[in-house]
């Protein structure tokens, strides 16, 4: 699942280090200057297979298009109709 240069042991650090930093997004907080570093330096490949339903439905409450506007404010763009696990964006 990880790019040819991050090993799964990278991607999984990587992906511990965006959960911890953007949790409190999860209960409606603005992303923090951390959380959207984070944001910004994960590889897709190493969170997007991560995104079960369950996942998915813990985002669905929140709303996926006010995810997207999250991960946007934090300078990372999000493709319209991208699939990420078992979420597709607007």
């Known amino acids: ?25 999860i209960y409606g907080r603005s992303p923090s200057a951390d959380c959207c570093q984070r944001v910004r330096v994960s590889h897709v490949e190493c969170v997007c297979p991560y995104v079960t339903p369950k996942t998915a439905a813990i985002i669905g409450v929140i709303g996926v298009d006010n995810v997207v506007k999250k991960i946007e404010g934090c300078g990372r763009t999000v493709p319209r109709k991208f699939k990420c696990g078992s979420i597709t964006t607007p």
């Open 1 to 25: 699942m990880a790019s040819a240069d991050t090993s799964p042991s990278q991607c999984k650090e990587e992906r511990n280090l965006l959960v911890n930093a953007c949790r409190p997004v």
